[in-house]
């Protein structure tokens, strides 16, 4: 199966996790490099493989004034819903566990000053505070109905993004899976109810909802520190500090403490039969195209912390495999201070994940008799395994250092400025986003074929 892909400016390669890359290092302008977009299963994507993909955009004409940012609310949406002329591209905003809309106060104000009126900048509040424990998928349920209550309210929307903080990564993976099946639900009822024999201009209409999200074109997918691959597995949830016995602990007690969630990011969630929800959400599983939903953003970038990270390892956030990880640049790109490192990895062609019979024996041990030997040869099996889905649509990765930040510990919320009078080192990270953000948004991409 092909899938759409934009194009990119080419740049030197190296190798990326076995596959060709491009790799950018630090002490040169970040700001020139785009990111690449990439297929499901590796293979060169075209608009010709998705009709609905078009690859004209209009311009608009006329600017729009009214402030075009909301934080947990649709007055804004509302104000600008009879407006035809208004923004043309929703940037939702994610926030982590135990959070709330007001974490990205800083970013909100910081993105709307650098992208301007084009974009509609909104702050999911759908999984405030303690819903954010009630497991992955209800979280992401509830953000698609809230993007789409957005979306229905705001006309002039034509292109739709997404940035995410921590555990918001991944609601927002499970939520684009939700609204990219509702296109393709809304797609076969209308045509269940076309005649066959004609062809109506509202035929064409429905098939450009192909490979979009709540009906609009998605553009780009960001993440900052999210546990992609669950925070289960050696210092994947740094603060245990490796200690073996602590790591022995965390599963059973993490239900306790958060919830359906806890048992979801130490993949323990559900039957021994069944895979954990993390894996499934790395391949097409069964109804829900979690993959193909990824593949359908022009640009994919994980934002990870390379250390002082108390909550969500370098290894989860930048899908990587421990062999993958190589010492950290510690000087910052050219006008991005603390982001040290640009690297562009291509799909990389695999048979996807599979749950094998010795994974769910392994499973059923860590869930009836947790011990450092089962923990360790469960999750071995399970990071392999979301790792091959994840790689075959293609990331850019963005590794990011607080070593010389005044509190480095406090990575985990400076990368998106929780507090700004608190977590201000994280400012080249936003002006980092949102100037790719830009960026992208008025270059005309170079196609290659990678």
């Not at 918001?168 to 797609?187: E, P």
């Not at 993440?223 to 200690?243: D, Y």
């Not at 069964?286 to 022009?298: G, P, R, T, V, Y």
């Amino acid at each position: 199966m092909a899938c759409p892909l934009s194009s990119l400016a080419v740049y030197g390669g190296s190798y990326c996790g076995g596959s060709p890359r491009i790799k950018f290092r630090s002490g040169g302008h970040a700001s020139s490099l785009l990111g690449p977009s990439s297929g499901l299963f590796g293979a060169p994507l075209s608009s010709s493989n998705f009709p609905g993909l078009d690859s004209s955009r209009s311009e608009l004409n006329f600017r729009f004034h009214i402030m075009s940012t909301s934080r947990g609310s649709v007055k804004a949406s509302k104000d600008i819903s009879k407006l035809k002329n208004g923004p043309d591209h929703l940037l939702v905003l994610v926030h982590g566990i135990l959070a709330s809309p007001n974490d990205w106060i800083y970013a909100e104000d910081e993105l709307k000053k650098r992208l301007g009126s084009n974009f509609l900048i909104y702050a999911s509040s759908s999984n405030a505070y303690t819903k954010t424990l009630r497991g992955v998928d209800g979280a992401g349920r509830r953000l698609a109905d809230e993007v789409l209550n957005v979306v229905q309210k705001t006309e002039s929307l034509k292109k739709i993004s997404f940035l995410a903080h921590s555990l918001g990564g991944l609601f927002t993976r499970y939520a684009i899976t939700i609204l990219y099946n509702q296109d393709i639900l809304n797609r076969s009822r209308h045509e269940n109810v076309i005649s066959s024999s004609i062809i109506t201009s509202e035929k064409s209409a429905c098939f450009s909802n192909l490979g979009k999200i709540a009906g609009l074109e998605p553009i780009n997918f960001i993440t900052l520190a999210t546990p992609h691959l669950g925070v289960r597995g050696k210092k994947q949830l740094p603060f245990l500090l490796g200690v073996p016995i602590l790591e022995k602990l965390a599963p059973p007690l993490a239900p306790i403490f958060i919830g359906r969630t806890g048992r979801q990011l130490f993949l323990t969630d559900g039957k021994p039969s069944k895979p954990p929800l993390l894996l499934r959400m790395t391949s097409d599983y069964e109804d829900n195209k979690f993959i193909s939903a990824l593949a359908s953003f022009k640009s994919r970038t994980l934002y990870a912390n390379v250390s002082f990270d108390h909550m969500v390892g370098w290894r989860t956030s930048s899908i990587r495999r421990e062999s993958e990880l190589v010492e950290p640049s510690r000087r910052s790109l050219d006008g991005y201070k603390h982001v040290v490192d640009v690297e562009y990895c291509p799909p990389v062609p695999s048979e996807g994940p599979h749950f094998p019979a010795k994974a769910a024996r392994a499973k059923e041990a860590a869930q009836t008799a947790s011990n450092t030997q089962h923990t360790a040869e469960y999750y071995d099996m399970m990071e392999e395994e979301m790792i091959r889905g994840l790689q075959r649509v293609g990331w850019k990765k963005v590794d990011v250092s607080f070593h010389s930040a005044f509190w480095p510990f406090f990575a985990h919320n400076n990368i998106h400025v929780k507090s700004e009078w608190l977590h201000s080192a994280g400012a080249g990270v936003i002006a980092h986003v949102a100037d790719n953000l830009k960026r992208q948004e008025s270059h005309t991409f170079l196609a290659a074929n990678l």
